[in-house]
């Protein structure tokens, strides 16, 4: 049986399910319940500073968009970090550590960057028995207007040197979640890394809205009358997440750089996707305060069966393998080319795959062969695009096979070669050289 304990900077934990900071780690007895139900580690909600607590809305805090069988694809969230004191928090984490010692307990911390702050904040979490901290640089709304949050988050100098602080004045580990409201990930990361960080997290939510009501007027979540952007997560922003943790893993400067991958998890097999771009644990939000804390049974028993399947013992048997098959487009292979092929028993004639290549692609799917309804694809006009594969409601009626090598393309009349080239090195490349990736 697959082992899917893990090590990650030197923080163990029984398996990588951990809860993102958000409400549902907001106190000892949703954390406490949340271990009970199996998951592995706990961020807990950001703390603030000593003194009166940050006041959040006392009305609606979400928004949400769903897809067409009311399956929710994403939450728009406008709340803050903790609104308890952090007395409270202190203690309920001291005391939540003492009962789970075998699981994760990280810290998220969000403070004034002034260096005065962040000192006298950080032996007061170590008092607790936390195993870690995690910076919170990604928040999008109502703490960046305060100069905190993603106001730190999108400047790489203002990260390495509160990153830096935290490793003169602490002794735990320091996980730097990354906001991903940035034009380039990479600038943060590196400025976390340069600032000493044992890890990165990311992403964090996207400022958003996510619609607006046409009888009022207001974007929603409406707060009498009025709305405001808030942080953009679920399932929907797990295509951002999983590019920005990409690019960390294959920078130069970053590459190396532990990642906890937090965006739209809601399934073991997301998490496997993050996984094999090189994240030692998965932070969760969204599905579990959509299905609930024992969500986490499902993804420990699909991930464990997974790699009993696959053969992988252990997570590190995996972690990063699709790493090196992330490129750039210029280094794609131009002479490996395909065509759609339609199953006729599968097929249900719809004819989406007709009418998306039709009307938006390449017109190369009939709809009557012979005056009868028939749906096939004519290689002389196929491009091997996809479309169809993606429209067809029916999984696997449509697939792409590659053409061998030595046959002709129909479409260019070029015989397929078996050799790797790429557009660096195509003739209509006007900067093109000789060099392959």
Known sequence: MADLSTNFIGIKSPNPFWLASAPPTDKAYN????????????VWKTLGEAGPPVVNVNGPRYGAIWGPDRRLLGLNNIE??????????????TE?????????????????????????????????????????????HGMSERGMGAAVGQVPEYIQMVTEW????????????????????????????????????????????????????SPNPSIDGRGSHGG???????????????????????????????GGVNTWRDAAEFIALGCGTVQVC?????????????????????????????????????????????????????KAKIDQDLCIKCGRCHIACEDTSHQAITSLVDGVRHF???????????????????????????????????RTGKTVQSDYANWTMHPNNPMATEAAE
């Open 286 to 338: 969204t599905a579990a305060m959509t299905y609930g804390f024992k969500i986490v049974q499902e993804m420990i028993e699909g991930l464990s069966n997974y790699m009993d399947e696959k053969g992988f013992e252990t997570i590190e048997d995996f972690r990063g393998m699709a790493v090196p098959n992330v490129t750039d487009w210029q280094y794609l292979n131009l002479n490996y080319i395909t």
């Open 96 to 140: 939540v550590k003492k009962r789970w010692p075998d699981r994760a307990l990280i810290a998220s911390i969000m403070v004034p960057c002034e260096e005065k702050s962040w000192r006298d904040i950080l032996p007061r979490i170590e008092d607790t028995g936390a195993d870690g901290i995690e910076l919170n640089f990604g928040c999008p």
């Open 232 to 262: 953009y997560c679920g399932p929907a922003v797990k295509p951002i997440a999983l590019n920005m943790v990409a690019e960390i893993a294959r920078d130069a400067e970053t590459r190396g750089l532990p990642i906890s991958g937090i």
């Open 80 to 93: 803050l970090i903790t609104d308890r004191d952090l007395e409270t928090n202190l203690r309920e984490m």
């Open 376 to 410: 096939e694809v004519m290689d002389d006009e196929c491009v091997g695009c996809n479309l169809c594969v993606n429209v067809c409601p029916v999984e696997n009626c449509i697939s792409m096979v590659p053409m061998a090598t030595g046959e002709t393309d129909p």
């Open 166 to 217: 935290c490793k003169q004045y602490g002794k735990l580990p320091v996980i730097v979640k990354l906001t991903p409201n940035i034009t380039d990930i990479r600038y943060p990361a590196r400025a976390a890394n340069k600032g000493g960080a044992d890890a990165v997290s990311l992403i964090n939510t996207i400022s958003s809205i996510v619609s607006v009501d046409l009888d009022s007027f």
């Open 31 to 42: 954390v406490e319940r949340a271990y009970e139900a199996g998951w592995g580690g706990v």
